[in-house]
């Protein structure tokens, strides 16, 4: 059997005295598309700046495709394959799009691989085509989540993190961008999404995880949590 794409076990972390992940278990299979939700301030954030070496983890382990990566700093977890695309993009928005993009090819493999793969961006995104020496500040705020996604890819993840891709962009967007991300999903890589629009990413990801007060309080598939009880109540207010 081979190993999962990405397991979190007993993972404990914070900030200074404040205690936010309080031994947290995931896993995503080899390209699964893998949600998690949770409140403002329930830890999502800060899991995913643990996975990747941003805040230390206090105690539990991170494993990548069977390979330790607990504790190594951030340019080593890249280059093990989880790569994030931040919340709020986090774009250089005086750099073109295609500078922008080849920021995510530094690592040595990426970078030997960063024409196929900036074809292979092109070919999920042909507007970033188009517009690949456009300013990134002067795009809409839908093509700026395409260059931080693509920017992203452009670093050869296993496991892509996207950290609420959705935020500030207006319903036909956030339709399209859900389209590529599916996408995505079709060429085989494992993607973790934190996202507020509950219904629409449970629709699409093959699991879920709920996170509150830095621990995992219910899980299952995307029609498994959207019957749920309390989740229809907290997160859909149904
Ligand atoms: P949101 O949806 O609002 O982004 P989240 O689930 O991602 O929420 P985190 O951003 O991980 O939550 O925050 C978890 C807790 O950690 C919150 O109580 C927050 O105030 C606290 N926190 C986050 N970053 C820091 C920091 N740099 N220093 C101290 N506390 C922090």
Redesign the pocket.
Known sequence: MSSPALKVKGLHSG?GD?R?LRGVDIELPPGAVVALI?A???????LLRTISGLVPASAGSVEIGGTPITALPSHRVVEAGFVQSP?GKQLFSGMSVMENLMVGAHGRRAHARRHETLEEVFDLFPILKERRSQIASTLSGGQQQMVAVGRALMALPRVLALDEPSLGLAPIMVDRLFESIARIKARDLSILIIEQNVFQVLEMADYGYV?ENGQISLSGTGPDLLADAHLRATYLGL
């Open positions: 900030y404040i936010v949770g403002n301030g329930a830890g999502k954030t800060t919340e996170l």
